[in-house]
């Protein structure tokens, strides 16, 4: 089957998902010698407006994994924006080296129902925003490599579906058969380093003296919840994303909650050793 644009569709507020996603796309559309669209859907002004595909075109869809599913507050954005309309589709999701658990099978199904045909899909391991000691410096080159390579799998799998008159294919393809559990089951539970349930969704990113009103972070908050009049108030819902501490060219944004740090620990003391990434085609 030929195809006729490819787009990377992204949620990425420290920037891996897209890496990821946008090198997927890229490989494709230039392998195929079509045009290569992004949708970077990270912020919130960029959440509006229904986006239509239709039969012929492709679209990566990348999230990371937060508490093994698609994060929480972004799942109502993949549920209204996005109408397939018979293109396909790979789901893609990152994961900081504890598992992706049911994030891509959550990421299928969504696409799936909301008028994509899912072609194939992938999970890959990027550093941990919350802790360099897990996947530190991931993707690497490695990755890159795996990467690249699970592009050019798909396409030559899109490539070899027969034309027909089913959303231009002889055949629908069925769902790509990923790693999860269906029906999809509650979100992964968090634990201290005790072993204790951590418990710190209303931790909130702190501010030193070194801030120097920039207001970098309050743009780069996918939620919107730094106050624009006082870049130390975080108004609103806080997802622990990191964009903020990551993205302060002064260092001064930083999480001090003893439950969260406890998590952290608890997640270096068990998942230090290099996760896999995982393809489904
Ligand atoms: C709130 C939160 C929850 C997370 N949950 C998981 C998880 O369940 N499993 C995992 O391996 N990584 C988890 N991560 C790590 C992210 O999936 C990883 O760092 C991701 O690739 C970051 O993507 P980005 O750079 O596009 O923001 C979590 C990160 C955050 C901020």
Redesign the pocket.
């Known amino acids: 089957m030929k195809l006729e644009k490819v787009t990377a569709v992204c949620f990425?507020?420290?920037?891996?998902?897209?890496k990821i996603t946008n090198a997927i796309a890229q490989t494709i559309a230039s392998r195929e010698g079509i045009p290569f669209h992004e949708d970077d859907i990270t912020l919130p002004y960029l959440r509006r407006g229904l986006r239509e595909y239709s039969a012929g075109e492709l679209v990566v869809f990348g999230t990371?994994?937060?508490?093994?599913r698609i994060p929480n507050k972004i799942l109502p954005a993949v549920q209204t924006l996005f109408e397939g309309n018979g293109a396909l589709a790979i789901p893609v999701v990152?994961?900081?080296?504890?598992?992706?658990?049911n994030g891509l099978i959550e990421v299928r199904n969504e696409l799936e129902q909301h008028g994509f045909h899912t072609i194939a899909g992938a999970a890959f391991v990027?550093?941990?925003?919350?802790s360099a000691k897990l996947a530190g410096g991931r993707p690497n080159e490695g990755d890159f490599q795996a990467i690249c390579q699970f592009a050019l799998d798909a396409a030559a799998k899109i490539d070899a579906l027969e034309e027909g008159p089913h959303d231009g294919m002889a055949q629908v393809p069925a769902p790509v058969a990923v790693k999860g559990e269906d029906p999809i089951p509650g979100y992964?539970r968090p634990l201290q380093a005790d072993g204790s349930p951590a418990n710190f969704l209303k931790a909130k990113p702190k501010t030193t003296d070194a801030c120097t009103d920039c207001g970098i972070c309050a743009r780069a908050c996918p939620m919107g919840s730094i106050s624009p009049e006082d870049f130390r108030t975080v108004t609103g819902v806080c997802?622990?994303?990191?964009a903020c501490v990551k993205l302060c060219p002064v260092g001064a944004k930083y999480f001090d909650d003893p439950v969260m740090l406890s998590h952290i620990r608890m997640l270096e003391d068990h998942y230090s050793r290099p996760a896999e990434n995982e393809v489904f085609l």
């Open positions: 990425s507020p420290t920037g891996n998902a897209k990371p994994v937060y508490a093994g990152t994961f900081g080296n504890r598992s992706f658990d990027s550093e941990h925003v919350m992964y997802i622990k994303c990191q």
